[in-house]
């Protein structure tokens, strides 16, 4: 699709810019101003995306490229449908006027020339027969989005235009006569909960935040919404009022402050003053509105001075013989973005009606669910979501059995909560976190990090702290080494000594660190916990009440989790201990006390059979495990994820 100030040929520039001046693993990346989403596209595969654009049609595709990661099957289509694209393109068309014919084809009473009659009645028929699918419940949403886009993309191949729908040829173009063509796309699986809006970006900024912010606005007083009116009237399909010469709708709602001299340079501030991301790229035009000068005080003003880029890529946007610029060029923005004064989590993830909370005095991404300051193995961080709405809603005493890095215990609301495990090393660590004051707590890290010289390449200063922390033991020294360990993750050999190796260039304390650390130590002291170091036949139950409720993420026999083999210095994870597991819940479901088992019933092939034997007195949920940090994350597509309880949740009520 042809689109002003496509970034196609920028593409390479973009990444090299990041690589150049971002040296630590992100997570993700926004696109505020999406337009087509060829930026989100390029990146999708590395980053999660987040994008955003106020015109419809571009939402429209990036539901269907960025959000969606997967081919529709149409399965339940295929009833009646064979193959639905094939359908759409050679259908017999109604005999009778639509909106699309009647308003941009010459059959129509203003006999505009943007489409022949033959292609607007096939795309009235397309259109309308989508929608129908739709409301008759034939397609799902991402296979609504999935048709929609495969239209919108069509569409500019059949126009009679130069390059915008801001005026139609006269003559016709030969292009004009051709048959539209669905085109097939397989949007790109990158395995994350990628995020896209339909929001006036000023909106937005307020209510997001993340790694990489890259920033595309319009630079000249061009507004995209008349420019676009029409694929913008398909997308829709709301019957607007048209006016002109052009059948152009009404866009006062999208019209942007970057294409206005006047309104440009305080909406850029106020755009950049409320970003909260890590980074921002930017590119400009030095054709736009605002000056090279003026966009590089407002990245200073608000971002690390000292981590400033600016790139010129020279371009020729004219070349004839009357006009030849050579001195345009395209400004690629780089800056790392001061930290902010104030916490703020967001309670409801939703595009309207958002509800912030202040919570500290330094910066933090909004996140509905609390993360564990620890990349422990198997966390069940990614899977909150699912999880924790099948959870009862009154619970006295919650216990995590097997606690690991606490990303479950710590999001429960209950009056008290056990976190248990019996890797002593841990629960000293967190039970440290609990007494400590956390300004204490934060000094004693960073003065740690002054000290030993631990950076992102001193290999040799974390060989020597590691081998300090392994004579002393120290439970935030221990932290501080995790911080700066390959993936953030914690190892130990049979003698208990650490010996995670170090993560060059991609671990160290970071703001999303020290926020996931300042956020978990906050609620941790402010909740009723207790840590306890049972093996789990072991637990005490005798005293447990009517609601109180056991939570069990165990070691997965049929995965290859690194704590399941018992050469780690910790005992190991065997049928047996299966079996004993199961005794054991059975038992709490016989003095009526409510439990919820994770687990996997299969996984590349194998299954385990005597759990989804077990399993057939109780009440089985299927997840969708897209956690990135599992001990069987190599293989997703043959792991059955399963959440497994004693009784009917209020979700299933």
Same mark, same amino acid.
């Given at each position: ?45 590395? +980053? ?70 033959? #292609? ?10 989508? &929608? ?22 069509? @569409? ?6 130069? $390059? ?31 995020? @896209? ?98 966009? &590089? ?32 060029? &395209? +400004? ?41 300051? !620890? ?7 990614? !899977? ?14 919650? @216990?995590?059995?097997?606690?690991? $890095?606490?990303? @479950? ?16 090393? !841990? ?32 290999? +040799? ?25 390959? #993936? ?14 170090? $993560? ?80 054991? !819940? ?5 003095? $009526? ?61």
């Amino acid at each position: 699709m042809r689109y002003i100030g496509s970034k196609i040929n920028l593409l390479d520039k973009i990444e090299n810019c990041i690589n150049q001046n971002i040296h630590t693993q992100q997570e993700s990346f926004c696109d505020i101003f999406s337009g087509t989403g060829i930026v989100a596209r390029h990146f999708k595969p590395v +980053y999660r995306i987040i994008s955003n654009d106020s015109l419809y049609f571009s939402y429209v595709i990036q539901k269907a490229f960025i959000e969606n990661n997967k081919t529709p099957t149409f399965s339940r289509l295929k009833k009646t449908v064979e193959n639905p694209l094939v359908y759409l393109e050679n259908e017999e068309t109604p005999r009778k006027h639509n909106f699309i014919e009647e308003n941009y084809s010459p059959t129509g009473k203003a006999g505009r020339m943007y489409f022949t009659s033959e #292609n607007a009645q096939r795309i009235d028929f397309i259109r309308i027969t989508i &929608e129908n699918w739709k409301k008759e419940k034939k397609i799902t949403e991402s296979e609504y989005y999935y048709l929609l886009s495969s239209l919108l993309e069509a @569409v500019p191949s059949i126009s009679n235009i130069t $390059g915008t729908y801001g005026a139609y040829l006269k003559k016709w173009d030969k292009r004009a006569f051709k048959k539209i063509e669905l085109p097939r796309f397989y949007p790109e699986n990158n395995n994350k909960k990628n995020e @896209v809006y339909n929001e006036d970006a000023f909106d937005l900024i307020k209510h997001i935040s993340g790694d990489i912010l890259y920033i595309d606005p319009p630079y000249n007083s061009r507004q995209y919404a008349p420019n676009y009116h029409v694929l913008e009237t398909i997308a829709q399909y709301d019957n607007p009022k048209l006016n002109g010469i052009t059948g152009m709708r009404p866009y006062e709602n999208q019209k942007s402050a970057f294409c206005s001299k006047s309104q440009v340079n305080d909406a850029f501030e106020q755009l950049i003053k409320k970003a909260e991301f890590s980074h921002i790229v930017m590119s400009y035009s030095s054709a736009g509105l605002m000056s090279s000068d003026f966009i &590089e005080r407002i990245l200073k003003d608000n971002g690390k001075k000292t981590t400033f880029s600016l790139q010129k890529i020279p371009y020729r946007k004219y070349k004839s013989k009357i006009y030849d610029d050579t001195d345009l060029c &395209e +400004y690629l923005f780089y800056i790392q973005k001061k930290e902010q004064n104030n916490i703020y989590i967001i309670k409801h993830n939703t595009p309207k009606n958002y509800e912030r909370l202040k919570i500290a005095d330094s910066a933090l991404k909004y996140s509905k669910y609390i993360k564990s300051p !620890l990349n422990y193995i198997g966390g069940k961080y990614k !899977l909150l979501q699912q999880i924790l709405p099948f959870f009862p809603k009154n619970i006295d005493t919650f @216990v995590d059995l097997f606690c690991g $890095g606490c990303n @479950v215990g710590i999001n429960v609301n209950s009056k008290k909560i056990i976190f248990n495990d019996m890797n002593t090393i !841990l629960t000293e660590m967190f039970e440290t976190f609990k007494k400590k004051p956390l300004n204490e707590l934060i000094n004693m890290i960073e003065e740690q990090i002054k000290k030993w010289n631990l950076t992102l390449e001193n290999e +040799y200063a974390f060989k020597k702290f590691r081998e300090h922390y392994n004579i002393t033991r120290d439970p935030i020294e221990l932290y501080t080494l995790s911080c700066f360990s390959f #993936n953030y993750q914690f190892r130990f050999n049979s003698n208990h000594e650490y010996n995670n190796p170090f $993560g060059r260039n991609r671990s160290q304390f970071s703001k999303t660190m020290k926020n996931n650390l300042i956020r978990f130590v906050k609620k941790l002291q402010e909740t009723d916990a207790q840590f306890t170091t049972y093996d789990f036949k072991d637990f005490p139950i005798d005293d447990c009440k009517k609601n109180d409720f056991f939570y069990c993420d165990p070691p997965y026999l049929i995965t290859t989790g690194s704590y399941n083999d018992g050469k780690r210095g910790f005992k190991n994870w065997s049928q047996e201990s299966d079996i004993a597991l199961y005794n054991f !819940l059975d038992n709490l479901n016989n003095k $009526g006390i409510k439990f919820a088992l994770s687990n996997v019933f299969t996984h590349k092939g194998i299954s385990n059979d005597y759990l989804i034997r077990w399993a057939k007195k109780y009440t089985v949920h299927h997840l969708k495990n897209d956690y990135s940090n599992s001990c069987y994350n190599t293989e997703r597509k043959g792991s059955d994820e399963v959440l497994i309880t004693n009784y009917t949740s209020e979700v299933e009520k």
